[in-house]
């Protein structure tokens, strides 16, 4: 019997021309609100921001994400398979602007091996001995973040992050100052993304427990 798993799709932002085509891909890959469901009723509607979640086989991810990107033009998603004992977790995240990324992720959901996406050639496979690429990611305290930044993080537009237990999983991109101005992000979050890409991080892992720096400022819960 193959591994069972448990996978979660957020839908950062999407298109009214999208809409039905992702409402498509989530219902044919029995996706819900409640992922114990064992017969969940197909959704009516799809909500940005929305973690939506089932049990399934290891290889599902990769097929809801060749679906999205088949049938979708406007669709920015984060899908994550989390591990079994047998088989590596799963992370693959997608924006029209930046493309799609994909890497290992460990039991609470956090990229940890970025995955090549040469080697899903089967004509290019790496060079015997070729290094890993690994990402670092700035661990940082919630109080960085402003009450109302944190409620709507995982919601923003432009804005690639993902809800943990006790935090957010946050991709720091190089294009920080033009996103910014952009999409209008919160004044406190553009100074920590340069602060991650000053010390070569390509995430930012919000957590409560974590420490606060004076290199930025702090705000009360």
Not at 170 to 195: K, T
Not at 212 to 218: C, F, G, I
Request: hydrophobic share 40%.
């Amino acid at each position: 019997m193959p591994d069972l798993t448990i996978l979660h799709a957020v839908i950062k932002t999407t298109s009214d021309t999208d809409r039905e085509a992702v409402l498509d891909a989530l219902n044919e890959h029995r996706l819900a609100t409640d992922l114990w469901a064992s017969d969940p009723d197909p959704l009516a509607t799809v909500r940005t921001g929305c973690i939506y979640g089932t049990r399934t086989t290891t290889d599902t991810a990769e097929l809801l994400a060749a679906a999205l990107l088949k049938t979708t033009r406007d669709t920015a998603f984060v899908i994550t398979q989390f591990p079994t004992d047998a088989t590596n977790g799963l992370y693959i995240t997608h924006t029209p602007r930046d493309g799609t990324q994909r890497a290992q992720c460990n039991a609470d959901g956090i990229p940890v091996v970025p995955i090549d996406p040469r080697a899903r050639d089967e004509s290019v496979q790496p060079a015997a001995g070729a290094h890993l690429r690994i990402r670092s990611f700035l661990d940082l305290s919630t109080l960085h973040l402003a009450v109302a930044t944190r409620d709507a993080l995982n919601s923003s537009e432009g804005v690639l992050a993902y809800r943990l237990e006790h935090g957010w999983l946050m991709y720091a991109p190089e294009s920080a100052d033009e996103r910014a101005r952009a999409y209008g992000w919160p004044e406190e979050l553009l100074p920590i993304v340069q602060l991650a890409r000053a010390h070569n991080c390509a995430y930012i892992l919000f957590d409560a427990d974590a420490d606060v720096t004076d290199q930025l400022p702090v705000f009360d819960d």
